[in-house]
């Protein structure tokens, strides 16, 4: 019988179906738990679920064409990093703020660009612009200068503190680091390993957004709202 349902066999399937819903929930969530938070932080929880807003809607188109056609949604998948991997940044600068790090204009543009640069570089790669090999150095440059900005730069000195804002920059840190580490694996298991693994690729992207949008968001609403009290 020829039908478009999720079939119980595709697990791949399955976890976009997950991570769309899970992003719904965070979504509401973090707009709900931003209003009884500090002042401070309301923006920052905006834009947490500002990020799991934006994926939740490519995550409703990226599931249906997965399920219908079984192939990647590269398009998609991009465009939404193109928006939420910006934002995460914003999201970073805006604890450094609140944590009374003066942290310059130049800094935030350093991190803005290494993001395109990362992000544009596993685009052409993953659509056929340019080899998956050239891609993937490109996306690699533009990682290594964010980890360079957050750990050895300007934005890595966050000064007078209070130990909730500390410890969700340390938290931020950890996942620019470790969080998005898991996304090349997913680009060399899935891309340059001689032939393309569409389910690899896939299935290692969702699990890695579900980290880097929901955790990440809640290591923001944890901190926010220790702060808080
Ligand atoms: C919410 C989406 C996030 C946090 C996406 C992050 C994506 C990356 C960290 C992608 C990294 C890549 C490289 C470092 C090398 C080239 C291939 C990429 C684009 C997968």
Known sequence: MEHNFLQGT???????WIVSIAMWAS??????EGMRVSAKWRTSMV????????AAVHYNYM??????????PVVYRYIDWVLTVPLQMVE?????VAAGAVVSANSFWRLLVGTLVMVIGGYLG?????????????????WAVIIYEIFGGEASKAASATASV???????????????????????FGLMMGSVDVNTLNGVYNIADFVNKILFGLIIWNAAVKDTA
Not at 47 to 54: C, D, E, H, M, R
Not at 129 to 142: A, C, D, E, R, W
Not at 166 to 188: C, E, H, Q, T
């Open 10 to 16: 595709d697990f791949v399937g399955i976890t976009f």
């Open 27 to 32: 979504t509401i969530f973090f707009f709900y």
């Open 47 to 54: 834009v947490a679920g500002l990020i799991t807003f934006i």
């Open 63 to 72: 599931r249906e064409f997965w399920v219908t056609l079984g192939e990647s």
């Open 92 to 96: 970073f600068y805006l604890i450094l």
């Open 126 to 142: 993953e659509a056929g612009y340019l080899s998956p090999m050239i891609g993937f150095i490109i996306g690699m440059i533009g």
């Open 166 to 188: 500390k410890s969700a920059f340390n938290a931020m840190r950890i996942i620019v680091l470790v969080g998005w580490a898991i996304y090349p694996l997913g680009y060399i």
